[in-house]
């Protein structure tokens, strides 16, 4: 699988590989080394996009990476990155089971935060992580499954590029990207959406569309709660 990251890394020209970490058994090391290595990383980070990607053993329930001495936490990487990172854009790739919790995880800690669901919000506050995991919270993952099925090189922007389509194993990958624009402006524009409505809303299945149709043939507005876990 690592070579299989490697390759397709190396095909994109928007990312380069700048550290490798393998933990297997005879070569295991600590919770707090495989801390400070990331936080190395990103204090000496000099790009404006950055990438971390786990692929490993997971706790069951909370997604947490396991070593051989603990688990390293969604909070542990958030912390690192506000105190090294903030105002660059990471994204953080968890190819492990349960990984989707750590996506839940994040869209709370913005809620919490207050920072509103569009990415005009995300920049003013200098925190923009993009969360991409490869099965939901109540999922096993399934070696080699993720970067087979749902990563792929963009050969005309040599980039990579994440799918949310379900993989063969029946796991089904989930994303969260707090730079995307969710109001009508853009990148440039003022914010047109209220601060005070929140990514767990527009996220986690909390949304209510309006339908235009008929009642009993005369025009009619409907509107429609739809939970999008399902």
Known sequence: ELQLIQDMV???????????????PGNQCTRGYYLKRIEHFFANCDKDVA?????????R???????????????????????HLRGKVVYLVCDCSYSGKWRDECVKKYDDIGIGACGHYSKQQSIMLKILT???????????????????????????FFLGKELRSGQTPRSFGSTRVRCKNGREGPCQT????KWGDALL???????RGKDRGKAAWHYVLVDEEK
């Open 10 to 24: 190396n095909e994109s020209e928007m990312y380069s590989m700048k550290y490798v970490m393998v933990d297997f």
């Open 51 to 59: 990438m971390l990607w786990y692929t490993g053993a997971a706790e």
């Open 61 to 83: 329930g909370t997604g947490n990476w396991c070593f051989k001495d603990g688990v390293i936490t969604f909070q542990d990487v958030f912390e690192l990155y506000l105190n």
């Open 134 to 160: 490869s099965c939901k919270s109540d999922q096993e993952a399934y070696e080699l499954l993720y970067p087979q099925d749902s990563v792929k090189v963009d050969e005309e922007k040599k980039s990579l």
């Open 194 to 197: 209220d601060i005070s409505w």
């Open 205 to 211: 299945g909390h949304l209510v569309y309006l339908v």
